[in-house]
């Protein structure tokens, strides 16, 4: 990754920049703070950016990126968070945002298989992009778990239908607004976890853990996870499961070069404290250290666990 990984500056936004997409506000553009600089906040800088607003993206890292950092040791450079992506289309329209194609800064490369399980039995499964491929490989532990992973594919898809289609990019600002969808949820036996979901339709304890294990990929756990992470199963189907060239770490520094040259400006080692609030309405946030962002817009993209909670006063706490 370059030495210089978030190092960007605000350029002069301009009526005639050519990085700026024509989704402009106004002639005087606004300021935006984006707390949190993993891939949602980049996205989020990038798309405020594209829309003529003058961007900030903080972070207490000293890197961007948030959970897709990047060591090395022993000579070798590792990811230290996500390794594969499942829809690649999010991250070209960031570039095409501004003019430019992802393919041109970083390759995404198909895989198949796409995973490949080592288990305890010294047996091996690998969960590959053909339907066919994937049944053999089934068939080759438990043929009636064949059908039952077909049933899974349709349960999937009618998660993914709601949940990602539907809701994906969905403001849930008011309680009605969550409470408008418990009947698709209830619809949707979200109630279960994924592993609730896979046991339900495929009967191998082998191929029961195989097909669990998309909540692993961010922490989570499959027996306690909502099972409508289990939409992942039919996203990859529909856009396939690719690698980064590189690493995630190569994406990571594609991303901050497009940063660097659509004008956001990147602030990284700031640990926020408080967001502030004028009568209700966030004015910008303000660091451990004392350091106030003004901002006419707030957008906190913050680590659950770093995330900070505001109450009436503008006092923010971490959660």
């Given at each position: 990754?370059?030495?210089?990984?978030?190092?960007?500056?605000?350029?002069?936004?301009?009526?005639?920049?050519?990085?700026?997409?024509?989704?402009?506000?106004?002639?005087?553009?606004?300021?935006?703070?984006?707390?949190?600089?993993?891939?949602?906040?980049?996205?989020?800088?990038?798309?405020?950016?594209?829309?003529?607003?003058?961007?900030?993206?903080?972070?207490?890292?000293?890197?961007?990126?948030?959970?897709?950092?990047?060591?090395?040791?022993?000579?070798?450079?590792?990811?230290?968070?996500?390794?594969v992506i499942t829809a690649?289309?999010?991250?070209?329209?960031?570039?095409?945002?501004?003019?430019?194609?992802?393919?041109?800064?970083?390759?995404?490369?198909?895989?198949?298989?796409?995973?490949?399980?080592?288990?305890?039995?010294?047996?091996?499964?690998?969960?590959?992009?053909?339907?066919?491929?994937?049944?053999?490989?089934?068939?080759?532990?438990?043929?009636?778990?064949?059908?039952?992973?077909?049933?899974?594919?349709?349960?999937?898809?009618?998660?993914?239908?709601?949940?990602?289609?539907?809701?994906?990019?969905?403001?849930?600002?008011?309680?009605?607004?969550?409470?408008?969808?418990?009947?698709?949820?209830?619809?949707?036996?979200?109630?279960?976890?994924?592993?609730?979901?896979?046991?339900?339709?495929?009967?191998?304890?082998?191929?029961?853990?195989?097909?669990?294990?998309?909540?692993?990929?961010?922490?989570?756990?499959?027996?306690?996870?909502?099972?409508?992470?289990?939409?992942?199963?039919?996203?990859?189907?529909?856009?396939?499961?690719?690698?980064?060239?590189?690493?995630?770490?190569?994406?990571?520094?594609?991303?901050?070069?497009?940063?660097?040259?659509?004008?956001?400006?990147?602030?990284?080692?700031?640990?926020?404290?408080?967001?502030?609030?004028?009568?209700?309405?966030?004015?910008?946030?303000?660091?451990?250290?004392?350091?106030?962002?003004?901002?006419?817009?707030?957008?906190?993209?913050?680590?659950?666990?770093?995330?900070?909670?505001?109450?009436?006063?503008?006092?923010?706490?971490?959660a």
């Amino acid at each position: 990754m370059p030495d210089q990984v978030g190092a960007a500056s605000t350029a002069p936004l301009t009526s005639n920049s050519p990085r700026i997409s024509d989704h402009r506000i106004s002639d005087t553009p606004k300021s935006v703070l984006v707390i949190g600089a993993g891939f949602g906040g980049i996205a989020s800088a990038l798309r405020m950016r594209a829309r003529g607003y003058n961007v900030t993206l903080i972070d207490r890292l000293d890197a961007i990126g948030g959970r897709a950092q990047v060591f090395e040791r022993g000579g070798f450079r590792h990811d230290a968070g996500p390794t594969v992506i499942t829809a690649p289309f999010l991250f070209d329209e960031l570039f095409a945002l501004f003019g430019e194609r992802r393919e041109d800064h970083v390759e995404f490369r198909a895989l198949d298989p796409w995973y490949r399980f080592y288990f305890h039995t010294g047996e091996q499964f690998d969960y590959r992009p053909s339907i066919e491929d994937t049944n053999e490989e089934i068939r080759r532990f438990s043929p009636r778990d064949v059908t039952g992973y077909a049933k899974l594919l349709k349960v999937s898809k009618a998660i993914f239908d709601i949940g990602f289609v539907k809701l994906a990019d969905k403001p849930f600002t008011k309680l009605t607004d969550m409470l408008a969808q418990i009947p698709s949820l209830l619809r949707l036996q979200s109630y279960h976890s994924v592993a609730g979901i896979v046991h339900k339709y495929i009967k191998h304890p082998l191929l029961r853990q195989a097909f669990s294990i998309h909540p692993l990929l961010v922490g989570g756990n499959p027996f306690s996870t909502t099972s409508i992470y289990s939409l992942i199963h039919y996203l990859e189907r529909r856009w396939g499961v690719f690698f980064a060239m590189g690493g995630t770490g190569k994406l990571v520094a594609a991303l901050d070069g497009l940063l660097r040259r659509s004008g956001v400006h990147v602030v990284l080692g700031q640990d926020i404290a408080q967001i502030d609030l004028d009568n209700g309405r966030a004015i910008g946030a303000t660091t451990l250290a004392g350091q106030f962002y003004p901002a006419d817009k707030v957008i906190c993209n913050a680590d659950p666990p770093h995330r900070v909670q505001s109450d009436a006063t503008g006092a923010c706490a971490p959660a």
